[in-house]
């Protein structure tokens, strides 16, 4: 598949252990954040969103963390599998055109 | 893939030549979007579209042109293709508020 990116930080993590990937965002107007996930050769799959009004959002083993005092965000993956191993991208939303602005991706391996 | 389909999926071309991806959804959304994604740069918007024949640009639209004539179909246009331009190429439309789903993408070979 293709390379998504040959300079990506990456998280290794042992099967089973929780995984946490953070993103810092720029823009304090930002009010929409969404987590993607990108495994090789495929195009970004969607994991889970967050409006600025809420602080914590939880999906099936995931949980999505916003705060906006230091415009931080995270991930948290519960029992990270096999198929989690893939690139995590962050993106915001600056404006009412649902443009977004996507973060430079981190790198989750899981080491079996 | 969101009934997102892009052709072609790999292309090799020659420097100065013209080039045009094809986005096609089957969802009837009124937002599409064309990203480049490149190492060390993650996805970059290219341009976009917010209905038929209404289009603008994005962060790296040097190079390229897109038109929309219906609601399904999205092209983007590299007039005369440079090697700058080798990259893997994604369409996205947004389903409800700013959540984009994205096609299987295109590899763009440029030599």
């Given amino acids: 598949g293709e390379s998504v990116g040959l300079h990506l930080p990456t998280l290794s993590v042992q099967e089973g252990d929780n995984s946490i990937i953070n993103c810092a965002y720029s823009n304090s107007a930002s009010d929409y954040f969404i987590w993607y996930k990108q495994e090789s050769g495929k195009g970004p799959q969607f994991i889970i969103d967050i409006r600025s009004n809420m602080d914590k959002r939880q999906g099936q083993r995931v949980t999505v963390l916003l705060n906006k005092t230091v415009k931080h965000l995270s991930l948290q993956i519960a029992a990270t599998q096999p198929g989690d191993s893939a690139v995590y991208f962050c993106a915001e939303n600056e404006d009412s055109s649902y443009k977004l602005i996507f973060g430079s991706g981190t790198r989750l391996l899981v080491r079996p | 893939d969101a009934g997102i389909t892009q052709s072609p999926r790999h292309k090799v071309t020659e420097t100065g030549t013209p080039v045009t991806l094809r986005c096609h959804q089957t969802e009837n959304h009124r937002y599409m979007y064309?990203?480049?994604?490149?190492?060390?740069?993650?996805?970059?918007?290219?341009?976009?579209?917010?209905g038929v024949k209404d289009?603008?640009?994005?962060?790296?639209?040097?190079?390229?042109?897109?038109?929309?004539?219906?609601?399904?179909?999205?092209?983007?246009?590299?007039?005369?293709?440079?090697?700058?331009q080798t990259s893997v190429y994604f369409c996205a439309i947004s389903l409800k508020g700013a959540e984009q789903y994205f096609g299987p993408g295109t590899r763009l070979t440029v030599t």
């Fill in chain 2, 34 to 50: 064309w990203y480049r994604q490149d190492p060390g740069h993650g996805l970059r918007l290219i341009h976009y579209s917010y």
């Fill in chain 2, 55 to 84: 289009t603008d640009k994005g962060e790296v639209s040097d190079g390229y042109s897109v038109s929309r004539s219906k609601t399904e179909d999205f092209l983007l246009t590299l007039e005369s293709a440079t090697s700058s």
